[in-house]
């Protein structure tokens, strides 16, 4: 049952803001991307069940799904940045019987922040230590007050609650969180890997060369801020990761909090987009001990990003179904083939569920289903229905799927 | 219904050694007599003991998770297929969940306590364990961290209360934790402040004014007198550090009269300067140990090889960083706690390593009290629970422990008491002790541990090899839960295990002095911190306080 007194939790962005409440079209506190979140998954959008674009028998749509992903040699599980953590655990349970790929959305939508960290880690902290610690906070070549409009409030970095900290911003645009910085530093976006390592060389005391607005001077500065604090914290996102390249500007980027570490408490915290990005990585992760592009075709996990990438696979035609988990991998991978049929679960009607074979019209995480996200800095929240909808959410779905395919998704 | 048939048992809570007994078993429990139409296991010449229980790994939740995201190369290297009854995954010094219990069952092991989880994380932890089949999973929640009960001290000018017990207890209830962990108190906070370190147990941490020792103190006292299970769980000061056997003394001391366990005993028992090299203390430890009988300890033995240290004791992860160029993760938790991670190698020709290495072995071979001082290597911290069937060889074949200190570092070995003539070889009941039955009754477990009437049907059948370690890597049958799980060393079934949390009443009134310190504090409302969810929770087993046990 909806719960009506405790304010909703918003899968709009990765903070899964939880004190908003819901009225109508808008919510309070006021956000964009929150309120598209609610409005557009309050009042179904889909029918329960399509099959080839016409509303279907959710069993028949059941045993048309189960008939693609068995007959499937090499299929593909897409998305769950969108669901919850239970949606998550019952998808990659179904994808190691089936024997598929799996790659969760945030790898793809974020870009390869999750690569840098395998190699080398990363020093991170949830929202309350940047909040209580942090004197100065760099956003580098993101723009949350757009992207995750209440993320500096709650870090009280906004103007008004800010007082003598500093909020620096690296990026050429003018955004609007530039606008807000008590610094912004242009420097090209085609610098960001020399930017970093100019700022490692200041921090080690080596001539610099200037990048934009980040003089060797500019370099020492922000150097000695950092050095200065006795904590700070670095937001990077896929500004950095999703660039050609992109792994190894967030690899430049923990190599440069590795280098000041000696002196300070500096830590980072990757702006996910999605609300449970994090959460799918982390089923993925201690499922089978890789975060993204998971093949488990041979009957255990391998992955090697890149190879093993979705994208990848289905450019060379490797893919032969494609299992949508709340993703829209028809415009975030790049497409999919046509002939290789699409099994989607979504709230919302996306260019993935226009094209799929069989859709079921879910109820979304938070909002006609409870679950569990972990918030951009992993911090479990759970999500209370706050709608009552008469449809499933996607794990009692995807456990029905199971089901027709013989046996349960979860096993052990 | 199962009979195990004419093995030799093991059963030292029980007062049985070595007799030839049937062992019996229906509904999930040791039963005293089955009918004789009942499955018969023939286990003539074989061992029988209690499945094992490991009183401190680390297994789940966020931190172990995050080693999973830097340890790519070695689980590359170990791939576990799926089967007919098991799920794939990978393994290496951290596997990942479901081969974590696979592999703890094929050792013959059906109970795991992780030891440092952030209640924060408690849903992350939980869900993990849901995950990780075959075991009956614990956890002990970090609080020795927490600035809400840094408040509640502060109010109780210094100690504790009839408020910080049942905010305790409420922290139990909320998280369904088995007990409660105070890792290196004061020592997260410090860190969290530009790298600041404690020098004393009684400098005050931050404004609250609250030391190391009142946390101590407080925390032991209101664990203790709500009679929790498992006492509170302590990871004393300045972990890996020289000299630090000093500081260990003296939380001993302050934790005098109260119940308490200390962790991974062998990080905390070196002499010599801070910076220095270190010297063993174990001698004084065992000592010590002896003269405070309300205190339990486990060794956290350091065995040679691939390690993954992952501590909430961030700072000492820092100084591994700097040691080498591995991966290193740092994560702060807010309120709560840090969390540091190193991939780590410890090598026999390293001095340090070496006497790590012998001072663990030390502790074992000099403790008079198998019940008070149990195995452990801190999983994965000192070497994977893989490496268990190694360690219990070295504790009962002297001739393989003798061959392996001659390939340690010397000037570290001659630094310990190990070449003075330690003839001591454990006996299968000790070993039987420091693995199965003094585990569990550290942790107030009453029904496992033991074969008796009434204890949990979980049985490991041996065959009795001369190579220890091969008879304790091998198990011929492992049941759990009164489930056949391995026969003849095969995985046959991976039923899921059942939540071990304290059962600890408290006053619901709490929530209002809760309440407002959390909104302050925490990024999380308030009313999403206590998990409920049923998928989560159950099945569970609640062990009641020790005043409330039948």
Redesign the interface.
């Known amino acids: 049952m909806p719960d009506r007194g ?2 909703a ?1 918003c899968g709009g962005c990765g903070c899964v803001c ?2 908003v409440r819901v009225a109508g079209a808008s919510i309070s506190p006021a956000c964009a991307p929150g309120a598209a979140w609610f409005s557009q998954r309050l009042e179904p959008a889909l029918p329960p069940s399509r099959i080839d674009g016409r509303e279907a028998d959710p069993e028949a749509a059941l045993d048309a799904a189960a008939g693609i992903l068995a007959q499937a040699d090499a299929p593909l599980v897409y998305g769950l940045a969108r669901t919850s ?2 949606a998550a ?1 019952s998808a990659v ?1 179904l994808a ?2 089936l024997g598929a790929l799996v790659e969760p959305a945030g790898a793809v939508r974020d870009g390869a922040g ?1 690569r840098a ?13 940047i ?3 942090a004197a100065t906070v760099v956003v580098w070549r993101e723009d949350p007050l757009t992207t995750h409009p209440r993320l500096l409030e ?1 870090l009280r970095l906004d103007e008004a609650q800010r007082g003598a900290r500093r909020l620096v911003v690296v990026d050429d645009r003018e955004t609007a969180t530039a606008r807000s910085a008590s610094l912004h530093l242009r420097v090209p976006a085609t610098g960001d890997l020399d930017a970093l390592l100019a700022l490692r060389a200041a921090a080690r005391g080596l001539p610099a060369r200037a990048v934009g607005a980040l003089t060797a001077q500019a370099a020492r500065r922000l150097v000695d801020e950092l050095r200065g ?3 700070a914290a670095l937001l990077h996102g896929s500004g950095l990761a999703a660039q050609p390249g992109g792994h190894r500007r967030v690899l430049a980027l923990h190599e440069l909090v ?1 280098d000041l ?5 500096l ?1 980072t915290l990757a702006l996910r987009r999605d609300a449970n990005a994090a959460g799918a990585e ?2 993925l ?7 993204s592009a998971v093949d ?1 075709a ?6 090697f990003p890149g190879p093993t990438s979705a994208a990848t696979r289905l450019r060379a035609g490797e893919v032969d179904a494609v299992l949508s988990v709340a993703g829209d991998p028809v415009v975030e991978l790049g497409g999919v083939p046509a002939g290789v049929p699409i099994v989607a679960l979504d709230a919302v009607e996306t260019a993935t569920t226009r094209a799929a074979r069989v859709v079921f019209g879910t109820a979304a995480v938070g909002i006609g289903a409870a679950g ?1 996200v ?1 918030r951009l800095d ?5 999500l209370h229905a706050v709608a009552a909808q008469a449809r499933p959410g996607d794990d009692e779905l995807l456990r029905a799927l199971a089901a027709r395919l013989g046996g349960e998704a979860q ?2 | 219904m199962l009979r195990i048939a004419g093995g030799r048992v093991h059963d030292p809570a029980n007062g049985v050694d070595g007799a030839v007994a049937d062992v019996c078993i229906a509904d999930g429990r040791i039963v005293a007599d089955v009918p004789g139409h009942a499955r018969r296991i023939d286990a003539r010449g074989m061992v029988v003991m209690a499945g094992g229980v490991d009183v401190h790994a680390h297994i ?1 939740g ?1 931190a172990v ?1 995050a080693a ?5 190369g070695e ?2 290297a170990d ?4 089967d007919r ?6 393994g ?1 010094t951290v ?4 081969v974590t ?1 696979h592999r703890y069952a094929l050792l013959g092991y059906t109970t795991v306590i992780d030891a440092a989880i952030a209640p ?2 408690a ?2 932890a939980l ?2 364990l849901r ?1 990780t ?2 075991i009956d999973p614990g956890f002990l929640i970090l609080l020795g961290d927490n600035q809400v009960v840094y408040e509640l001290i502060r109010e109780a000018g210094g100690g504790t209360s009839q408020t910080l017990r049942d905010a305790v207890a409420w922290w139990l209830e909320s998280t369904g934790a088995l007990g409660v962990k105070l890792v290196n108190p004061g020592g997260a906070e410090r ?5 600041g370190r404690l020098t004393s147990l009684d400098e005050p941490v931050n404004e609250l004014g609250v030391t190391p020792r009142q946390v101590l103190d407080a925390l032991a006292t209101a664990a203790h007198e709500l009679g929790l299970p498992h006492p509170v769980h302590v990871h004393c000061h300045g972990l890996g550090v020289a000299g630090n056997a000093r500081t260990t003394l003296d939380t001993m001391r302050t934790l005098d009269g109260r119940r308490a366990h200390l962790a991974h005993l062998q990080f905390h028992a070196y002499g010599g300067r801070p910076g220095g090299r270190p010297r063993s203390r174990a001698v004084d430890l065992v000592d010590a140990l002896k003269a405070q009988p309300e205190l339990t300890a486990d060794v956290g033995q350091v065995m040679f090889g691939p390690a993954t240290t992952i501590t909430a004791d961030a700072q000492i992860s ?1 100084v591994l ?2 040691s080498g160029d591995a ?9 709560e706690t840090g969390c540091g ?1 190193v991939p780590y190698t410890y090598r026999p020709s390293s001095y340090t390593h070496a006497l790590q290495w012998g001072i663990g072995l030390e502790l074992f071979l000099l403790s008079p009290d198998p019940w008070r001082l149990v195995l452990s290597t801190d999983h994965p911290n000192g070497g994977s629970f893989l490496s268990y069937p190694r360690l219990i060889r070295l504790l009962m074949d002297r001739e393989y422990r003798n061959d392996q200190l001659r390939r340690a570092n010397e000037a570290a070995i001659r630094r310990t008491v190990l070449l003075d003539d330690l003839h001591r070889e454990y006996s299968l009941n000790e070993i039987a002790i420091i693995t199965r039955a003094g585990p569990a009754r550290q942790l107030g477990l009453a029904d496992k541990g033991h074969l008796g009437v009434g204890a949990d049907a979980d049985v490991t059948v041996y065959h009795d090899r001369a190579d220890r370690e091969e008879m304790f890597a091998t198990p011929r049958y492992v049941i759990k839960g009164g489930e056949v799980v391995i026969d003849d060393g095969d995985l046959v079934a ?3 295990g059942r939540l071990l949390r304290a059962g600890v009443a408290h006053d619901p009134e709490i929530e209002r002095t809760l309440r407002p310190a959390f909104e302050r ?5 308030f ?2 911190y206590a ?1 409920s ?1 049923p ?1 989560l929770l159950e099945p569970a087993r609640r062990i009641p306080a020790a005043g409330e046990r039948p």
């Open positions: 405790l304010p939790g939880d004190d953590v239970e655990r349970g190691d019987r999750g960290v395998a190699l080398r880690g990363a020093s991170t902290a949830t929202l309350g230590e909040r209580d610690r709650r604090a006795q904590n590795r570490s000696d002196t300070c408490h830590v982390d089923v992760t201690w499922q089978t001990g890789f975060p488990l041979s009957g255990a996990p391998r992955s569990t972990h992993g911090v479990p929240v759970a096993g052990c | 789940a966020p998770n999973r995201r830097v340890l790519g689980r590359r791939v576990a297929m799926r009854v098991r799920r794939s995954g990978t290496g596997p990942s969940s479901f219990g924060l994380a849903r992350h869900a993990e995950d089949p075959l860190w969290k402040r530009g790298n820092a960083r700097d991966a290193w993760i740092s994560a702060d938790t807010e309120v991670i991976a039923p899921r504090r925490y990024t999380l409302g009313d999403r998990v969810e998928w």
